[in-house]
């Protein structure tokens, strides 16, 4: 697995596909965070704070985490290597998990030069360093799990066609679907108290609730129960291959 996770990951660093992603990433941030006058200017806010960071960043990565999953396994069908690879001494798990953990590291990769805004925010507060250090470091994290949640589905809905358009229109739907999709059924008001029942089903509950710098249990438990839920439907979808025949 840790030859297959090498080879996914420097795929990635060895073509532009990874540094435009970043760099488009970056830019688009450090625009939204400190010139373009919206909402989340850092300077027009009045004190210091970068919440507008992990706001924005999941609406980004709606986007820019289908566009790095797209081709895992709809390139590999394409060309035909699909069948080459399964027959490999590895098991589709470890094949699943090797892609998995490449698109992620290729996530926090492109969040960790985001630091540098935490940096210069908290030396532009009054007093320096008047910041929610536990709030950040939460977010961080509930960023990264949202990330590895984004991840699985674009893998899963990569595994589903051979055409990476379709790929990344699937999973951008997916992702945004589980981001936001429940939060937008619950307040149809139709279903009563169930209603938190159905927003607890969504990321973005779960997005919060970690993001306020408290770790929940069952925010973690979550995250990775999603995780391990598109994993096994990749595993499925890949196996489908093998009924047909």
Known sequence: MYVMFLKEFSSFLSSLIGYIIMIVFLATMGLFLWILPTEFNVIDFGYASIDGLFILSPWFFLFIIPAITMKMFAEEKKNGTIELLLTKPISDISLILSKFFAGLCLVILTILPT????????????????????????????????????????????????????????????CAFCYIGFDAIASLQIFGNADLIIRSLGIL????????????????????????????LTKISLESRKWKK
């Open 115 to 174: 630091l540098i805004y935490i940096i210069a925010v908290y030396n532009l507060g009054s007093p320096a360093g008047n910041l929610d250090l536990g709030g950040i470091i939460g977010s961080y994290i509930g960023l990264i799990f949202l990330s590895g949640v984004f991840v699985s589905i674009g893998i899963f809905s990569s595994s589903l066609t051979n055409n990476q358009i379709v790929a990344f229109i699937i999973s951008v739907l997916l």
């Open 205 to 232: 509950q779960h997005y919060t609730s970690i993001s306020r710098g408290v770790i929940d249990s069952r925010d973690v438990i979550y995250y990775i129960s999603a995780i391990v839920f598109f994993i096994l």
